[in-house]
């Protein structure tokens, strides 16, 4: 048997064998060369997740991006019931030339709701809009004048043909409920600049919510400081105000020792992230009771910026939107990081209060194209002048799009996943740019192919944020709001 001693020697005599050495090194060179070409091809693990350090006593501090963003705040702009691409943003002049005809290569194509009929053209006329001469429908005459301020994508696709999980795909990334908001995201990453208001603020239409409702803007297993704030222009926050049988004194003192307190209990249970929020929301609420009555003012606003939105229209509805529309642009002033305004809602039925037009589209448009049309484009005129665009995106979406052919023996078109269109403006995108395309009726996305993964992720790097390294570990899974997809369209960023 060998010493340990002549072991030793025989290993390091190996080690200095020229033979051998030049061997391993080659070998070593040729890994590294392969794990790069793995890399390259997305073969490869991503680099180690970013999990934001978060303070559950002070969970909207600041926090940095990744790297340098474009844009500090989200304004999504959510259009419930699937608006038609076909008759407002993507024009297809076959739809024209072929109106009442079968569609080739159809068959008896069967979607939604089942079979289908003829093509059938826009319900409204295109035109060429602004300097870059974008083709965009009467249907909304107001927001087509800021054609030249928009970058649209006109080859979105979603992975659903039901609003229920297409509305969670566009709100959280996924198909299947139980997953935090891209709002929640956003918050958790950066947290907020003004800490009198929740960092993400969901506004719901003045008519309700969409058929996911509180998904929408809920933050599931993130933190549950993280879930947005829900109020509107007719629906301020309830209960900020101190009733008039209770003193200033009185107040101040019960909170003071309510934070002793929560303190003291804090320090007993350690890691209660749920406590810490919920200590952290009360406290946010007492400064609220201050800011949130002013942020609710509109009557500050002047004659001419109210008669811009439109918000003392005879329409109730559009009225009460335009006051959303406001209450949005008040929000963005003040630092709110990710604010969710809503157009349309699930609860009247289909059709009725959103953009689900299955029956008689014409009517049904003709009903909610005004609600939607002034306050919007005016939002995005006022954003403009007062300089918001510079730091603020904007994200105008619907959970899919509409059928180029009208259900058979009905008036209005069925729901179309395969290619719809979204659109961006302000801080980081081109503007007057289109990207990707939609075949010759659109029916299906055919250039440029894109997909919900794909938005959020543009999203997120235009706030900075990797979005293959944002991620929060829940039960035993590192979870991110593009799953395992998504890559930034870099074709739209400026």
């Not at 693990?45 to 559950?56: C, K, T």
């Not at 509107?232 to 107040?251: F, G, M, T, V, Y």
């Not at 946010?284 to 003392?312: C, K, W």
């Amino acid at each position: 048997m060998k010493s340990t001693s002549t072991s030793k020697n025989t290993t390091m005599n190996h080690l200095l064998n020229r033979r051998h050495f030049l061997n391993r090194t080659v070998t070593g060179l040729s890994s590294i060369a392969l794990a790069s070409i793995l890399k390259d091809n997305g073969l490869l693990a991503n680099e180690s997740p970013i999990r934001p350090g978060v303070d559950p006593s002070h969970p909207y501090a600041p926090r940095p991006p990744h790297f340098e963003p474009k844009a500090k705040q989200v304004l999504m702009i959510f259009c419930s019931g699937a608006m038609s691409h076909v008759d407002t943003w993507d024009y297809k002049p076959e739809l024209f030339k072929r109106h009442d005809t079968p569609m080739p290569g159809s068959g008896n194509l069967i979607t939604f709701q089942g079979e289908q009929g003829n093509l059938i053209k826009p319900i409204r006329d295109f035109k060429p809009r602004g300097q870059s001469g974008k083709m965009i429908s009467d249907l909304l005459p107001n927001l087509a004048e800021m054609a030249d301020d928009m970058c649209f994508i006109h080859s979105m696709t979603a992975k659903s043909n039901t609003h229920g999980p297409a509305e969670n795909q566009m709100g959280t990334g996924y198909i299947l409920d139980g997953f935090p908001s891209a709002g929640s995201w956003v918050t958790y990453a950066l947290g907020s600049e003004n800490q009198n208001f929740p960092a993400f603020v969901a506004i719901p239409d003045p008519r309700g919510v969409p058929q996911i409702g509180p998904r929408h803007w809920g933050s599931a297993f993130l933190p549950a400081s993280f879930q947005g704030t829900a109020f509107n222009a007719n629906k301020p926050i309830p209960n900020l105000a101190r009733p008039d049988s209770i003193s200033d004194k009185a107040e101040r003192d019960t909170r003071d020792f309510l934070k002793r307190l929560n303190d003291r209990h804090l320090e007993q249970n350690p890691g209660d992230s749920d406590l810490a929020a919920r200590i952290s929301s009360y406290e946010l609420a007492a400064r609220m009771q201050l800011a949130a009555v002013e942020i609710n003012d509109l009557g500050s606003e002047s004659p001419a910026t109210r008669a811009l939105y439109g918000t003392d229209d005879s329409n109730t509805n559009k009225a009460g939107f335009a006051k959303n529309c406001i209450l949005a642009r008040r929000l963005i002033e003040r630092g709110v990081r990710f604010v969710q305004l809503f157009n349309g809602s699930y609860a009247m039925g289909e059709g009725v209060g959103n953009w689900d037009g299955h029956k008689k589209i014409h009517d049904q448009y003709a009903v909610h194209a005004p609600i939607l049309d002034q306050p919007c484009a005016a939002l995005l005129k006022d954003m403009k002048a007062r300089g918001l665009l510079k730091d603020t995106v904007v994200v105008f979406v619907t959970e899919f799009g509409r059928m180029p052919t009208f259900q058979k023996g009905a008036n209005g078109r069925d729901h179309n996943p395969k290619g719809f269109t979204v659109w961006l403006s302000g801080a980081g995108v081109k503007r007057a740019h289109s990207h990707g395309a939609t075949d010759d009726f659109g029916y299906q996305a055919v250039e440029n192919v894109t997909t919900i993964y794909d938005l959020h992720a543009t999203m997120l790097h235009l706030l900075g944020l990797n979005h293959e390294r944002l991620s929060f570990y829940n039960n035993g899974i590192e979870r991110r709001l593009t799953d395992v997809h998504g890559h930034v369209v870099k074709d739209i960023l400026s």
